[in-house]
């Protein structure tokens, strides 16, 4: 599918260049900055109305109220999500209450951004990933690549990992290295948790994709991190 999509790309545009970034499962939300100050926060919706959680999102840390550049307008679009362990802190204290726990982390987040009462929201700990820049006033920007680089100077959090390729084969391994990159932080974080210095993995996976032999390196990797500090 990638190989095919590249191919279609380079027989429509001369010398196309690709971002290839990880993806967050969250709820999407906008963020519209005037002189470099939040003014409105909003849910995507309907893809043309969307809910006003400004005050919500005023909340997320990680969502800088002012931007290091007093742009006369900028509008950026990014995914809200809640931290694995702050969920599963959630989903016990619901259970513990009598409450219908959340099924995932995303409705969690969306839930969360939809409360009426903002201070319910900051006890959520939501965290964000500015992914893309909608709309810019008194800046231009060519490539997407360049907006990732700029929003990271305005400083907003962006997607880490990402990368701009050329063909379809480094897009392929662009992504498998972000996605082992990925299982590595889990296992590492995973890892210190218990305080287990052995484990067993068992990986069903296609051999050419070398998926398999990636993910059993990495769980090696960990583990002997994991040996050293104990």
Do not use: W
């Given at each position: 599918q990638v190989r095919s999509f590249v191919e279609t790309v380079q027989q429509a545009v001369d010398k196309p260049q690709f971002v290839v970034e990880p993806k967050?499962?969250?709820?999407?939300?906008?963020?519209?900055?005037?002189?470099?100050?939040?003014?409105?926060?909003?849910?995507?919706?309907?893809?043309?109305?969307?809910e006003d959680v400004t005050s919500n999102l005023k909340t997320v840390k990680s969502i800088p109220?002012?931007?290091?550049?007093?742009?006369?307008?900028?509008?950026?679009?990014?995914?809200?999500?809640?931290?694995?362990?702050?969920?599963l802190n959630l989903v016990k204290e619901q259970e513990d209450n009598d409450e219908q726990p959340f099924k995932n982390p995303r409705n969690a987040a969306a839930g969360s951004l939809r409360q009426k009462d903002p201070k319910i929201a900051a006890k959520r700990k939501l965290d964000i990933f500015v992914f893309n820049v909608q709309q810019i006033e008194g800046k231009e920007l060519t490539s997407h690549k360049e907006s990732l680089d700029y929003l990271k100077t305005l400083g907003f959090k962006t997607i880490p990992d990402y990368k701009r390729v050329?063909?379809?084969?480094?897009?392929?391994?662009?992504?498998?290295?972000?996605?082992?990159?990925?299982?590595?932080?889990?296992?590492?974080?995973?890892?210190?948790?218990?305080?287990?210095y052995s484990c067993v993995v068992s990986i069903q996976a296609n051999e050419k994709s070398g998926y398999a032999s990636c993910v059993q390196s990495l769980c090696g990797i960990a583990l002997r991190m994991i040996c050293r500090q104990g």
């Open positions: 967050i499962d969250g709820l999407s939300v906008s963020l519209e900055y005037h002189n470099g100050e939040l003014a409105i926060g909003s849910t995507r919706g309907d893809g043309f109305v969307g109220i002012k931007i290091n550049e007093e742009l006369p307008l900028i509008e950026v679009r990014g995914e809200t999500y809640m931290p694995r362990n702050v969920f050329s063909t379809a084969d480094e897009a392929r391994l662009t992504a498998l290295h972000a996605i082992c990159l990925q299982i590595f932080r889990y296992l590492t974080q995973k890892l210190l948790e218990i305080r287990k």
